[in-house]
């Protein structure tokens, strides 16, 4: 009888040989057997799990979204303004592990798939809710709704559109300007709508 806990860590394990392999092979050339072998186990383990390479895909980039929004929550908790609630969701975008090379390959692979794949598109869209819906939050403790609204999506997208840049560039954008440049995009907006 196997120990308890034993299927989550077999789980995790595949999970985190999956993030591996796209980093390593490619979106496509992470196969089933190589998965597997980078994990340490057999093929036939992926279907016991997560039925096929599908459902095993989908399982690491609900892994990958589940892990931004404990960095999410988890600064958010520290936050006692809602300028430090804008702050904490920045940082939490762009965190050491959140910029991980690994996590950044996984992360492309999953965009570029999402839209082919139902079951990535719903992971996709409910991460997207929650960036709009935390901005949100703390901006319309600052702003009018309608300023509040435009404020969250101009930020969303400027996050999104930094962390993509610093994730194909490898050069003039680091990590540490992308969190400026976002934070003085705030600054800008709050001072003006003051």
């Given at each position: 009888m196997p120990k308890v806990g034993i299927e989550d860590l077999r789980r995790r394990q595949l999970?985190?040989?999956t993030i591996t392999s796209i980093h390593e092979e490619g979106?496509?050339?992470a196969t089933i057997s190589r998965i597997s072998k980078n994990a340490g186990m057999s093929?036939?383990?992926v279907a016991h799990y997560f039925d096929d390479k599908a459902g095993l895909l989908a399982a690491t980039m609900r892994s990958l979204a589940q892990d931004l929004l404990r960095e999410t929550v988890k600064r958010l908790k520290a936050a006692e303004t809602p300028e430090e609630r804008i702050d904490a969701v920045i940082l939490a975008n762009f965190s050491v592990e959140q910029n991980d090379p690994e996590t950044v390959s996984a992360w492309l692979a999953f965009w570029a798939e999402a839209r082919s794949a139902p079951a990535l598109w719903r992971i996709q869209k409910i991460n997207e809710r929650r960036l709009l819906s935390n901005l949100c939050h703390a901006f319309r403790q600052l702003l009018p709704e309608d300023e509040a609204r435009m404020a969250a999506a101009g930020l969303a997208a400027m996050i999104e559109g930094l962390w993509l840049?610093?994730?194909?560039?490898?050069?003039?954008?680091t990590i540490d300007q992308a969190r400026l440049i976002a934070r003085d995009y705030v600054a800008r907006f709050l001072n003006t709508s003051a």
């Open positions: 999970i985190a040989a979106f496509a050339n093929g036939g383990i840049r610093c994730a194909l560039s490898h050069g003039p954008l």
